[in-house]
């Protein structure tokens, strides 16, 4: 199938047909390529594969905004991440992107302090990128 951008619109305003110049180029703003200018989408929006993974949370009822530990992004297709005490037990473990730790282990609080993690990310480009580090979990 071949689409072909159309470099004008025309439409009747009631009394006679005009034709308005269109310009076409990536209409995605979280695109690196967006362009502002643009009236159409021409298919060219290049968009980034990204993470971010905190290293604090907060279990505290006095901040519920950091009470929970998410790995978020984009373009990501499928994730697979464990969080393990300092002993090496293993936590927490999570298969689906919107999986989140709450601090807890088998119903109960863990102790605050530091827990480490590791993962990989599965991006739908089909790029895959390992990832590890610690966070710190506080009351």
Do not use: H
Not at 19 to 45: L, Q
Not at 49 to 71: A, C, G, M, R, W
């Amino acid at each position: 199938m071949i689409w072909i951008v159309p470099t004008e619109l025309k439409f009747w305003n009631g009394c006679e047909c005009e034709t308005i110049e269109t310009t076409s180029g990536c209409t995605n703003v979280f695109a690196e390529n967006y362009d502002p200018e643009a009236d159409c989408d021409d298919g060219s929006c290049i968009i980034s594969n990204y993470y971010f993974i905190p290293n604090t949370v907060s279990i505290s009822d006095l901040n519920p905004l950091n009470s929970q530990f998410q790995i978020q992004g984009n373009n990501i297709e499928l994730i697979e991440w464990s969080i393990f005490d300092r002993w090496g037990n293993l936590v927490f473990q999570g298969n689906e992107l919107y999986d989140t730790w709450d601090g807890s282990f088998n119903g109960q609080q863990v102790p605050q302090g530091v827990y480490v993690y590791i993962g990989v990310l599965f991006f739908f480009n089909g790029e895959e990128v390992e990832f590890k580090g610690s966070i710190t979990l506080l009351d």
